[in-house]
Nanobody, 122 residues
Framework: QVQLVESGGGTVQAGGSLRLSCAGSGSIFSINAMGWYRQATGTQRELVATITRGGSTNYADSVKGRFTISRDNAKNTVYLQMHSLQPEDTAVYYC????????????????WGQGTQVTVSS
């Protein structure tokens, strides 16, 4: 079974930093685009950042200049380095990946991690 497991969440004071990690495991042939999404209480899930297999990135306007997404293809892992965190960044952060599980089937499916809580106190 394919799994995406996030780690690195926690509670920090405003202005602090956190680094989230998401590692894919299981029957993975290849991982294409990966990304981070977040959902604050009472809101819809929103895109934070994405990264292609080749390293091209895209960020939500609200995090540009503060967050950096990166990946290690050899480790099937995507990272989100977060600086200058503010209370409005408080949310559950979810890892997402477009994964091909077998070469023969060549079917790409979108997978989600279980989420990790990030809380920023003022």
């Amino acid at each position: 079974q394919v799994q995406l497991v996030e780690s690195g969440g926690g509670t920090v004071q405003a202005g602090g930093s956190l680094r989230l990690s998401c590692a894919g495991s299981g029957s993975i042939f290849s991982i294409n685009a990966m990304g981070w999404y977040r959902q604050a209480t009472g809101t819809q899930r929103e895109l934070v950042a994405t990264i292609t297999r080749g390293g091209s990135t895209n960020y939500a306007d609200s995090v540009k200049g503060r967050f950096t997404i990166s990946r290690d293809n050899a480790k099937n892992t995507v990272y989100l380095q977060m600086h200058s965190l503010q209370p409005e960044d408080t949310a559950v952060y979810y890892c997402n990946a477009d994964i091909v599980t077998t070469r023969i089937l060549n079917t790409e499916l979108s997978y989600w991690g279980q989420g990790t809580q990030v809380t920023v106190s003022s």
